[in-house]
């Protein structure tokens, strides 16, 4: 059983809809991270989420915290091509954990 | 523009040889780990070091998997003898250890390296 448990598995949508992708647990975390992955790259960092509630915007990424700080939310608003690839958020309550991802494919 | 590498970017093998894949982590990082990434169990720890002492390596199956840092600048893993439900990518990642100042893990951030690709035939 993954500690991260992120849905949708696979997401393939058309150029310019909204999305949104979950990440939940049944554990508290003091922080969550996203990460975006390309094919044949490592993860990259997109953002960290400390504070129960908190919401964070990177252009046309939002990223929420839950309030129990136990799950936390990726929208995309008018996703891109450029938006594909493999979406990890990650914790840590001993040592990090990353959840198994969402692949969204954005087709033109 | 300073960046974790990894060494070799693909491996092909045969069942029962060593495998050794090495990572030159960020200078000035002191927390070192290894990552197995695959479709069916997504991206797992294996083990981790800071400053260069191995902190957590239950991840990894002890009876063919070791992991070592030579020096700061060098952080390998090795298989052997390998088996074809080892192939996968694996990852090498740093980063610099805050304490409670940081992120998950006490971390500033992870900063990935490209991965080896391993398959053992």
């Known amino acids: 059983t993954q500690l991260l448990e992120q849905s949708p598995q696979f997401l393939s949508i058309q150029e310019g809809e909204n999305l949104t992708v979950y990440c939940n647990s049944s554990?508290?975390?003091?922080?969550l991270q996203w990460y975006r992955q390309e094919p044949g790259e490592g993860p990259v960092l997109l953002v960290t989420?400390?504070?129960?509630?908190e919401v964070k915007k990177l252009k046309r990424l939002t990223f929420q915290f839950g309030d129990a700080r136990k799950d936390s939310s990726l929208h995309i608003t008018a996703a891109q091509p450029g938006d594909t690839g493999l979406y990890l958020c990650?914790?840590?309550?001993?040592?990090?954990?990353f959840g198994a991802g969402t692949r969204l494919t954005v087709k033109p | 523009d300073a960046r974790v590498t990894q060494t070799p970017r693909h491996k092909v093998t045969e069942m029962g040889q060593e495998v050794t894949m090495r990572c030159q982590p960020i200078?000035?990082?002191?927390?070192v780990f290894w990552y197995r990434q695959t479709m069916m169990q997504g991206l797992e720890l294996l083990a981790y070091?800071?400053?260069?002492?191995?902190?957590?390596d239950s991840g990894m199956p002890k009876d063919r998997f070791s992991a070592e840092m030579p020096d700061a600048t060098l952080a390998t893993l090795k298989i052997q003898p390998s088996e074809p439900r080892d192939s996968a990518v694996y990852f090498c990642?740093?980063?610099?250890?805050?304490?409670?100042?940081?992120?998950?893990?006490?971390?500033?951030?992870?900063?990935f390296g490209p991965g080896t690709r391993l398959t053992v035939l």
């Open positions: 990642a740093s980063g610099l250890f805050l304490g409670l100042a940081g992120g998950p893990g006490g971390l500033d951030t992870q900063y």
């Open positions: 554990s508290v975390f003091s922080s």
């Open positions: 989420v400390v504070t129960g509630g």
């Open positions: 990650a914790g840590a309550i001993k040592d990090m954990r």
């Open positions: 200078l000035g990082h002191n927390t």
């Open positions: 070091f800071r400053n260069r002492a191995p902190l957590d």
